[in-house]
């Protein structure tokens, strides 16, 4: 498997470094100094200094031969136009682009009658919106995924003190919620993320990783200390492109929400462009601002600037004046733990769901998705077992203790089976399993490999 990808922002080289731990070929074209100084520092990827633009070097970087493309350029015709030079070379090509305009984005017939040449389009932005929405549902929320048209979920929740979960181990978790069918997949403390067993301990600020059936969600989480929340009122800090979709998205939904905007011009185009949203020309960081925006009773508050370090700076000010919900706007995961610390009770990541495209089309044919999760340290492989593998007709309790993955739902004959250590794989499942990034490849080779003898 190789790909291409044009354009190394913040979105592309993030998915170039989740591509080359993934053991795949990586080739990049980007002409940005900076930029390809950082890509420098990433090992075993091959990089082209020049216009991503030019037939030329899209040769250079193997298009002609490579399985998936990505164009990631700050504009829609430039995605475009690359896409189309890619499948122009090579029309076997999957081609995944970068698309903002939303016209462009929701004409779904642009992409089905082939008039545009793309086969997957990804907009940060409106995900990220979407994210903000999800996290808003249940309190303590920190990562939530959907799966299987939407009927199994996995939602990622801060273990807060003296939850009914609390200082338990997952076998007297089990045995306290016997009546319960979930899977806590996996927990990461203090930034370090691991695959979980009975005798593992959830502590106070932990987040623990719950994989259920989306029917079940309300009845398990209330259970577990997770109420639904309605939220009722937001604010959002950052008139950029992902302030301004959150705060479009939140109204959207019926959340009265106020967007807060440090540059005057800005704000005088957004008061245009958001009819139902109040803008305010304001430092979004400042306590005096905040309390003149009723901070103290507000649901939510989203820090959506294009700085990081502000935004981080926005939640813990946010939280000290007594606002119920914090959510962070970061593209580096190393500082979701520093930001849990100040005060944010969920980071957001607009990379998520571009990584998660891609990695879903790079993998052989009987994986049928790949989910990043825990800050991109662990993943959700969907594996089809059409034949024996070296996994199937064991009983799961008989697999080796140090296996470093964990099974978390099995389908078979549109069933869905949460399993017990008696239970095992038969060819015609269809498995969920659990497993940290950095040993993947190495459980999907042990395991889920057919063997020829």
């Known amino acids: 498997m190789s790909v291409v990808v044009v354009g190394a922002g913040q979105i592309g080289f993030h998915l170039v470094k989740n591509l080359q731990l993934e053991g795949i070929s990586v080739s990049v074209i980007e002409r940005d100094p900076v930029i390809l100084r950082m890509l420098s520092r990433v090992e075993g990827i091959k990089i082209i200094d020049g216009n991503g633009q030019s037939i030329d070097e899209l040769k250079k970087a193997g298009i002609e031969s490579c399985n998936l493309f990505f164009a990631s350029l700050p504009e829609d015709s430039q995605n475009i136009l690359i896409s189309f030079l890619a499948k122009k070379i090579n029309p076997n090509i999957t081609t995944v682009a970068r698309i903002r305009n939303k016209n462009l984005l929701e004409t779904d017939e642009l992409y089905s009658k082939n008039v545009l040449p793309i086969d997957f389009r990804i907009n940060p932005e409106h995900s990220t919106a979407k994210q903000t929405f999800d996290f808003s549902e249940y309190r303590y929320t920190r990562e939530f995924l959907k799966f299987k048209n939407n009927s199994l979920i996995l939602r990622g929740v801060k273990a807060y003190k003296n939850s009914p979960i609390t200082s338990l181990s997952l076998i007297q978790i089990r045995k306290k919620f016997p009546n319960f069918q979930f899977v806590i997949a996996a927990i990461t403390k203090k930034n370090e993320t691991t695959i979980p067993k009975g005798a593992t301990i959830v502590e106070e600020d932990d987040t623990i990783y719950l994989f259920l059936k989306k029917e079940d969600e ?95 700076v926005v939640c813990s000010i946010s939280k000290s004046m007594g606002v119920k919900e914090a959510f962070c706007l970061t593209f580096n995961t190393a500082h979701y733990h520093l930001n849990y610390s100040l005060g944010a009770d969920a980071c957001l990541n607009p990379r998520t769901a571009a990584i998660n495209k891609v990695l879903e089309k790079v993998y052989s044919e009987n994986i049928k998705s790949v989910r990043t999760i825990a800050n991109e340290k662990a993943e959700i492989i969907e594996i089809q077992i059409d034949k024996k593998l070296p996994i199937t007709d064991i009983a799961f309790k008989n697999l080796p203790p140090s296996s470093g993955f964990l099974i978390g739902l099995i389908i078979r004959e549109e069933k869905e089976i949460i399993p017990t250590g008696d239970d095992m794989l038969l060819i015609g499942d269809k498995v969920f399993i659990f497993a940290l990034k950095s040993e993947a490849h190495q459980i999907l080779d042990q395991f889920f490999k057919e063997r020829h003898e």
Not at 248 to 266: A, V
Not at 269 to 276: A, G, I, P, R, Y
Not at 282 to 303: H, P, Q, T, Y
Request: proline share 0%; net charge positive; charged share 30%.
């Open 218 to 312: 309300e009845r398990v989480l209330s259970s577990l200390g997770y109420q639904k929340e309605a939220i009722k009122t937001a604010i959002v800090v950052g008139g950029g492109n992902y302030g301004k979709e959150i705060a479009t998205y939140l109204s959207k939904n019926k959340i009265k929400t106020r967007l807060i905007e440090i540059s005057r011009e800005k704000c005088r185009k957004l008061d245009q462009e958001l009819s139902k949203i109040v803008i305010i020309n304001g430092d979004g960081s400042s306590r005096d601002v905040l309390k003149e925006n009723n901070i103290r009773n507000c649901d939510l508050i989203v820090a959506a600037t294009n700085d990081g370090f502000v935004n981080s």
